[in-house]
């Protein structure tokens, strides 16, 4: 009975560990992607910056070269 027991309590805990629980990024390529946005976040602050002050022609487009 111990046996059937200590049988189910272990496949019902690695039946739980998979799916979600497992990261898609690790933390350095979390890290890259975050630091990306943020670069991207800053030049089009500038971009805007720029119109602002009429320093550069209203356009659509971005001077910056985003992937």
């Not at 350095?28 to 119109?51: F, K």
Request: include cysteine.
């Amino acid at each position: 009975m111990k046996t059937v027991f200590a049988l189910v309590v272990l496949a019902g805990s690695l039946l739980s560990l998979g799916g979600c629980a497992t990261p898609a990024y690790s933390t350095h390529e979390r890290w890259q992607l975050i630091t990306r946005n943020w670069a991207a976040e800053e030049r089009q602050m500038q971009d805007d910056i720029d119109s602002l002050l009429l320093l550069r022609p209203m356009s659509r487009l971005s001077i910056w070269h985003i992937r």
